[in-house]
């Protein structure tokens, strides 16, 4: 059986990996100032993180069409795969996975929907093993996804609630409590939710909480650090990591600025990871 492999561009995966394992990415909508933007195009996520505190108006995003499904898994099945796994962002974050089942309806039998529970690498690590045992069949994938959903934490230090407060990804109460208390906010990826963890004062504590999370992982078969547009709070957290449990660390260590279409909901200068427990 050959197997395709779809996801969204939340699933923040580089290029390389993309063209490496032959994985189709449908992109997310990005609205900014009025204007739509397919994601990751038409504006670098370093713009956008430069322009997110001035905008008169909040960016806003949306999930992408069913036509934008219908495409890719057309062209996959016309190309000679004999069934599609299809991986996207947690749907009690997003309507995208809901927006492929849909698409995938036209194809009876030969697209599988799964709901990763996650985002950015969270969902990026997912991908990466369906594909790698995509030649197994879609049994052996699926069961490399969930391994890899089980073993994978995903963890950010917000420099402010406000963003996910107008995205209303956390309870309102939650929210007004941390810009009252100009907190930095550290959350979690949990039970596919954004929930937070721990009140914390200072930009440092929030980095050294960070760092002691990602120590609790122990060694690791995959890691992404993640920012939004701070490059050098994430290298001080890889600095960070290396001195502190070089041993635990994958050889290959992705270093990604996260898609704009997350980071509306999460805000500029944040930083955090994803890893995979081995």
Do not use: W
Request: aromatic share 4%.
């Amino acid at each position: 059986m050959k197997l395709g492999i779809v996801t969204d561009s939340t699933a923040d995966l580089p290029p390389y990996l993309i063209e490496e394992h032959d994985i189709r990415v449908v992109p997310t909508i990005l609205v900014l100032e009025g204007k739509e933007y397919a994601d990751g195009i038409g504006i670098s996520r370093e713009d956008f993180y430069t322009r997110l505190p001035t905008l008169q108006t909040p960016a806003t995003t949306a999930a992408p069409s069913i036509g934008d499904f219908l495409a890719p898994y057309q062209s996959l099945l016309e190309s000679g795969c004999d069934h599609l796994l299809s991986i996207h962002v947690s749907g009690k974050l997003s309507g995208v996975v809901n927006v492929a089942r849909r698409a995938a309806e036209e194809f009876p039998g030969k697209v599988t929907c799964v709901d990763s529970g996650s985002l950015s690498m969270g969902i990026g690590f997912q991908v990466l093993a369906a594909a790698e045992a995509a030649d197994l069949g879609l049994s052996s994938a699926l069961e490399a996804v969930e391994s890899v959903h089980r073993r994978t934490k995903v963890i950010a230090a917000l420099d402010t609630m406000e963003y996910l407060k107008r995205s209303g990804r956390v309870p309102a109460v939650v929210a007004n409590i941390g810009g009252l208390l100009s907190i930095k906010p550290v959350v979690e990826l949990r039970d596919g939710e954004v929930k937070p963890m721990s009140v914390i004062r200072t930009t440092s504590q929030a980095d050294e909480l960070t760092l002691a999370q990602l120590l609790e992982v122990g060694e690791m078969e995959r890691l992404a650090i993640l920012h939004t547009n701070a490059e050098a709070r994430a290298k001080n957290l890889l600095h960070g990591i290396m001195e502190r449990n070089h041993k635990a660390v994958p050889r290959d260590i992705l270093f990604v600025n996260v898609t704009a279409v997350i980071g509306t909901h999460l805000g500029p200068n944040c930083i955090g990871f994803a890893a995979v427990r081995k």
